[in-house]
């Protein structure tokens, strides 16, 4: 049964959420884990595909946007579409919608930035996560400065 948390945060920008996902999949990817990353659309695919590789300038995240990249896939994959060809272990909504294979991960990641219409999506998807009976973690972050 997956483990579910959102991350609630302070700043209201699209920017600040994905810098606060590039810090979550850093994370994760040093803990040797296998990321996807589920996004709305190709442009949003393409957006964290170079956030990824500019966020910071001392960091290498193995990534590619799924379909376009070199086989085997690299841990970490972005993919707006369907569920990710090889096995991963953690999945990133970035999404407006609940993508309906989740339940293949073992923990799913929510970033609910501070503006009304996330915040009613994140409530959809709590309520949804919710209905399943899954264990949810809600993590109030100021500033961005928590990842777990």
Same mark, same amino acid.
């Given at each position: 049964?997956?483990?579910?948390?959102?991350?609630?945060?302070?700043?209201?920008?699209?920017?600040?959420?994905?810098?606060?996902?590039?810090?979550?999949?850093?994370?994760?990817?040093?803990?040797?884990?296998?990321?996807?990353?589920?996004?709305?659309?190709?442009?949003?695919?393409?957006?964290?595909?170079?956030?990824?590789?500019?966020?910071?300038?001392?960091?290498?995240?193995?990534?590619?946007?799924?379909?376009?990249?070199?086989?085997?896939?690299? %841990?970490?994959?972005?993919?707006?579409?369907?569920?990710?060809?090889?096995?991963?272990?953690?999945?990133?909504?970035?999404?407006?919608?609940? %993508?309906?294979?989740?339940?293949?991960?073992?923990?799913?990641?929510?970033?609910?930035?501070?503006?009304?219409?996330?915040?009613?999506?994140?409530?959809?998807?709590?309520?949804?996560?919710?209905?399943?009976?899954?264990?949810?973690?809600?993590?109030?972050?100021?500033?961005?400065?928590?990842?777990?």
């Amino acid at each position: 049964m997956p483990k579910i948390d959102f991350y609630l945060l302070e700043e209201s920008s699209m920017p600040h959420r994905l810098d606060f996902a590039c810090r979550l999949i850093e994370k994760a990817y040093k803990h040797k884990h296998r990321i996807y990353v589920h996004v709305e659309n190709v442009n949003d695919a393409h957006l964290l595909d170079e956030k990824l590789w500019t966020y910071r300038d001392d960091s290498f995240l193995p990534h590619h946007i799924q379909g376009e990249g070199p086989e085997p896939a690299p %841990p970490i994959q972005i993919g707006y579409t369907k569920a990710p060809e090889k096995a991963r272990d953690i999945l990133l909504n970035l999404s407006f919608n609940v %993508p309906e294979f989740y339940p293949q991960f073992k923990r799913i990641l929510e970033i609910v930035i501070n503006a009304p219409e996330a915040q009613n999506k994140a409530r959809e998807h709590y309520r949804e996560y919710r209905s399943k009976g899954f264990d949810i973690q809600t993590h109030h972050l100021q500033n961005g400065s928590k990842t777990e």
